[in-house]
């Protein structure tokens, strides 16, 4: 089942970590925060093996002017 990202905590996170700094690209500041949580796991080929390999749960942060996307951990921020 698809778990939903904290999104309180999340934004909290990222007010006291990232505060107000520019998109690296672009340098404008108009960002998106997504709550839906993916994984990034081992790449394995053409052969996607559920369950195997550690999995790293993070929400993409994306830049609305140019699309530049930051990921941050969702354990590490505790927003999962
Ligand atoms: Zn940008």
């Known amino acids: 089942m698809e ?3 904290d999104s309180q905590i999340a934004l909290k996170h990222l007010q006291e970590k990232w505060g107000t700094k520019p998109c ?5 500041n108009n ?3 997504s709550d839906t949580i993916f994984e ?3 790449y394995q080929g053409e052969n996607i093996i559920i369950g195997s390999g550690p999995i790293v749960p993070i ?3 994306t ?3 140019c ?3 930051i990921l941050v ?6 927003s999962i």
């Open 63 to 65: 830049c609305n002017n």
């Open 24 to 28: 690296q690209m672009c340098e404008k």
């Open 3 to 5: 778990k939903k990202l």
């Open 67 to 69: 699309g530049n996307t």
């Open 31 to 33: 960002w998106s925060v």
């Open 40 to 42: 990034l796991h081992p």
């Open 59 to 61: 929400f993409p942060v």
């Open 73 to 78: 951990n969702a354990i590490v921020s505790k």
